[in-house]
């Protein structure tokens, strides 16, 4: 059950002051100030806002303008509401991500915080040699393009062959050549939502989809689920309520909490998706790393279902380049996009990722990483079995569920004292509803398994611990 750090803080007599300006209504103006007083500390993290009617009360406004106003500033990610408890400050996922998931090195600690691909003699060798043919040979194909194109014909071709292998039949013109996985479901969502409309996920997804609800100006909302995602029912559910336009979802390895998606269960995301006419995303970054075969969205649902993948959590940290395939009818409005943004996707990267495809590098690649997955995650299970409450032995993280007696929040600061950095829940709570929470530990990157085993006896002997009576980590 989640927790909050302390108790939630009360708005004491929060009243704030609408200054009025010509031609701005006050639920722009409430708005407004909610944020600001959210950005400058005047209302911190958990406080708990008035309710509707006391403070539509206090202003003198309507109830209505109010309730625009916190559902404005909830979808733009400063308030949560929560069924039969109210309306609180949330932490912004921008603050999440500077806090606990950037990929920095802090001198002395272990950091657990973030999903990378694991990093080894194989892959700096595979690199160095790879960066010696291009050096050696001639360039131009793909030095000279300077066009805005949805990719090279060659690099597409590549594709091809990548997707294959997971289960993607695709035209070459289906396939946008992007720069990563986030680039891909950054275009492949503003091609089919528009602002105020309805997005549908986990509701404990990745963070990126969370923050795109912030920059694009849709409604997120998160759906419960269980071992293998979404529960069909609860998306057949969402769906009949006619204002869903997309469902973005993370098939394979869920991140945070390492689920699969069954063939089985695909079939019946599909199924819904289909009766009800609704875009269904697959954030699939994590894919490759299954050695099952599952069926894709687009195809089961060609006119409907959007693919996403890139090679850094799979084959190299470092190559940022990633394959989307759309519907066929949404190639042109996609590489519109693509074209605006980013113009296209960097021709000397995705030659790198297509050389490797062809010649068997990314494979082999791939197949040290499942090794090390697999390895790690048996570390994982020795010395944290009792608190593993989410994990996949191909999975580059695990989801730890928190010991009744800390806070997530009290853990985080407390493993951060022992050069330990995690995270916990908040960055990838979908939309108002918050399901259980837990903490997320990272596998990847560079550390050796003695490393990785030492950092996880310290969480399992803080997790043992007792709490401080007196955290002085909460004083501001």
Known sequence: MYRHDSEDQDNGAWKPVLQHRKGVTKHKLLTDKIIADIDDGILPVHTQMPTHRDLAHSLGISVQTVSLSYKEAERRGYLRGEVGRGTFVRSRVTERADSFMLDRDPSGSADLSIIRAVYTEAHERSARELM??????????????CRPIAGLDAHRAAAQV??????VKADADRILITNGAAHGLFLAVASVVRPGEVVLTENLTDHGIIGLANVLGFTLRGLPTDHEG?????????CAVGDVSALV?????????????????????????????IFVIEDEVYK?????ALPSMPDLIPELGFFVTSFTKSVMTGLRIGYLVVPAHYSI????????????ATNVVAEMASRWVLDGTAQALLAVQRGEAEARQMIVSEVLAPFVAGSHPLSLCAWLSVPERWTEEGLVRAL???????????????????PGGGIRICLGGRLSHSALRSALETVRGTFEQLPPVFDVGSIV
């Open 416 to 434: 951060a004292r022992k050069g330990v950095a995690v995270t916990p829940s908040d960055p990838f709570v979908a939309g108002a509803e918050r």
């Open 230 to 238: 979404i529960l069909p029912d609860a998306f057949e559910a969402a």
């Open 249 to 277: 979802i993370v098939s394979s390895l869920g991140n945070p909490t390492s689920h699969v998606m069954g063939a089985e269960r695909r079939r019946a995301i599909a199924d819904i998706a289909h009766r009800h006419g």
């Open 288 to 292: 490759p790393m299954l050695r099952e």
């Open 162 to 167: 990548w997707l294959s292998g997971l289960s």
């Open 333 to 344: 409005r996609a590489a519109s996009i693509l074209r605006v943004t980013g113009w296209s």
């Open 132 to 145: 010696q043919a291009l050096a050696e040979s001639d360039n131009s194909s793909f030095m000279r393009p």
